[in-house]
């Protein structure tokens, strides 16, 4: 007889997130919406040291951070503090950070191990192993994570995309019984404004093709290929830029080396960004490295066109077919491939006007709602004895 995916008691939930704050990025608002939708059904406690986060119902427990610095000692410390903590009186601790409690362990970047050794062979291995034997911080990070994958009892990992899963089995292979594959979703866009209202409200022109650019880090995100793009494109393409400011000043330099005073528009970290989807032509995101990319499904939900790097770069691209659900790009650092591709969307309306439908129909089963029901069933599924 089929399990009723959803458990059938209320279970306590430890959740392990160091920052929980949707200023960390895409791996905190990850663990944040999650958290909202298990609170609804489930007794959930945060065990975090950064608090940005109000929601009822939700246990937030504060941890000691005796050092900011160096990381990887603080790092260990939380590991420590959050395994002394939940040892006892949970159901499940889901973590999200490199720590060996948890029956549920999320990995939401590439595995250090993956960074140092894939591809390394011969003396060039050797090397590198010396490299990792004399570093403290290494050898911490790369202890911490193996324990990670370690085979415990009840123990699940699950990984934000495809992309990365093949990045973690080729350095734990061993973890190929025990990994799912549970993307970011998107909450449904609510009351949405006019393209319209959403320039005035945003001190934008109200008219006039406008590209979106959302990052906190402007550089791997590929802000300066886009600079170079937007150089190619008619001189009344404006550019929005929203993140973190820091380096801003220097990005405007680079902008005006490249003869466009005027056409791009700074923004900063904006409480919320459906205005800035709502607002846009289309979303550009040539990033460099992202093993999902929230972003880009965020901008689909609303009905934005999307240009984004290909699966080799962005992970959320591996679920993206080139032309139907967005147009992918083969070499990010291509300006010319960029311009090219932007040129398409931002010309011609039939061609926006599929991506954009075909985008938003796939953001739509990308729900926190479907994220968080994919959880409940590892979370039974770890609960229940082998047969």
Avoid at 284 to 292: E, G, M, R, V
Avoid at 319 to 329: H, M, N, V, Y
Avoid at 382 to 387: D, V, Y
Wanted: glycine share 8%.
């Amino acid at each position: 007889m089929m399990r009723d995916p959803i458990p059938p008691r209320r279970l306590r939930i430890a959740v392990l997130s160091r920052v929980f704050s949707a200023d960390g990025g895409g791996a905190e608002t990850y663990s944040i919406r999650l958290v909202e939708q298990l609170a609804q059904r489930h007794d959930v406690h945060v065990y975090t040291q950064e608090l940005g986060h109000d929601w009822p119902g939700v246990y937030y427990h504060r941890v000691r951070r005796p050092l900011r610095k160096p990381r990887w000692i603080n790092q260990l410390w939380y590991a420590l503090a959050t395994w002394r903590a939940t040892r006892s009186g949970f159901d499940v601790v889901h973590s999200h950070e490199n720590t060996w409690q948890g029956r549920i362990q999320t990995i939401h970047v590439k595995p250090v191990r993956y960074n140092l050794l894939d591809g390394r062979a011969g003396w060039r291995l050797a090397l590198r192993w010396l490299q990792i034997a004399i570093s403290p911080r290494l050898l911490s990070n790369l202890l911490l994570e193996a324990a990670r994958f370690k085979e415990a009892a009840g123990r699940r990992v699950v990984v934000t995309s495809p992309t990365l899963k093949d990045q973690v089995l080729a350095v734990y292979p061993a973890a190929a019984q025990r990994i799912s594959v549970v993307t970011p979703g998107v909450n449904p866009p609510g009351d949405e404004l006019t393209p319209g209202e959403a320039r005035r409200r945003l001190g934008l022109p109200l008219s006039g093709p406008l590209i979106l650019f959302v990052a906190n880090d402007y550089g791997r995100k590929g802000l300066d290929t886009l600079l170079q793009a937007l150089a190619k494109l008619p001189p009344d393409t404006l550019l929005a830029v929203v993140g973190k400011p820091t380096g801003a000043a220097a990005w405007g330099e680079r902008a005006h080396s490249l003869g466009l005073d005027g056409q791009v528009v700074f923004l900063g970290s904006l409480k919320r960004v459906a205005p800035a989807y709502r607002a846009a032509t289309v979303l550009a995101h040539p990033t460099l490295d992202d093993t999902f990319a929230m972003v880009v499904l965020e901008a689909m939900s609303h009905g934005l066109p999307v240009v984004v790097s290909g699966p080799a770069y962005c992970g959320v691209s591996a679920l993206l077919a080139d032309g139907e659900q967005a147009l992918l790009l083969k070499d990010p650092r291509d300006a010319a491939e960029l311009a090219s591709a932007l040129a398409q969307v931002l010309t011609g309306p039939f061609l926006a006007q599929r991506l954009a439908d075909a985008g938003r129909y796939l953001a739509a089963e990308h729900t926190w709602e479907r994220a968080a029901l994919a959880y409940e069933q590892l979370y039974l599924e770890s609960l229940t004895p082998p047969a």
